[in-house]
């Protein structure tokens, strides 16, 4: 158990739909760090927040956005949903800003129908 | 954008077998992460190596980050079946704070 909670393990939604993600990070971590994994992509970095100000940007659509609440936890919201969204999404947390241990919670599977 | 390439894509072995696995680029990294993902979990981090030529051991297993910090092998002795799963290198540059990942060794270890 690395500490790291997501919420929900499984979401099965339709196209067009929207969807929020929840995430708590480990006790003390400040970074929380959203990534996607599809089987051909492997894992893609999204976004970072750091005590509540976004850090770093990755391949994250327009459609998805995210944010860190004063409590840490963060959440990750889908909108427009397409059927190619459809993926586990990892929310993951560390220390400091720079990310040398970085730990995964168990991911959230999005099925989009 | 920071690749990484982890050779071989898919490994197996028998159990009690010696294995390398690969992760290059052509980036260098200020640190490398390996991460060890079963089906439908999130990965585990199993060893962060921050120094050119630094060598890491976590019982069975061998981390080893290349000198110019732009590769790294991971070496397992007597592999068992628990060792199954997907070997995950990770890199972050200098002032980056995200990860690049590879695609995965997927490692299978026959009883």
């Known amino acids: 158990d690395s500490g790291v909670t997501q919420t929900p393990k499984h979401l099965i939604t339709a196209t067009g739909q929207r969807v929020t993600l929840r995430c708590s990070p480990r006790s003390g971590d400040l970074s929380v760090y959203w990534y996607q994994q599809s089987l051909d992509q492997g894992l893609q970095f999204l976004i970072q927040?750091?005590?509540?100000?976004?850090?770093a940007k990755g391949n994250i659509l327009e459609r998805f956005s995210a944010q860190q609440f004063p409590d840490l936890h963060s959440e990750l919201n889908l909108s427009s949903l397409e059927l190619g969204d459809s993926a586990l999404y990892f929310c993951?947390?560390?220390?400091?800003?720079?990310?040398?241990?970085?730990?995964f919670g168990p991911g959230t599977r999005l099925t989009v129908t | 954008t920071q690749l990484l390439e982890q050779s071989p894509q898919f490994l197996s072995i028998q159990e009690g077998e010696n294995l390398t696995v690969y992760c290059n680029s052509s980036?260098?990294?200020?640190?490398l992460q390996w991460y060890r993902q079963e089906p439908g979990e999130g990965p585990v981090l199993l060893v962060t190596v921050v120094t050119g030529g630094e060598v890491k051991k976590l019982k069975r297993l061998t981390f080893q980050f290349g000198d110019a910090r732009k590769d790294s092998s991971l070496h397992i002795t007597a592999a068992q079946p628990g060792d199954t799963g997907l070997y995950l290198c990770?890199?972050?540059?200098?002032?980056?704070?995200?990860?690049?990942f590879g695609k995965g060794n997927q490692v299978v270890v026959i009883p």
């Open positions: 927040y750091y005590n509540g100000e976004e850090r």
């Open positions: 990770a890199g972050a540059g200098r002032g980056n704070n995200r990860l690049a």
């Open positions: 980036s260098v990294f200020s640190s």
């Open positions: 993951a947390s560390s220390e400091r800003v720079s990310g040398r241990a970085v730990y």
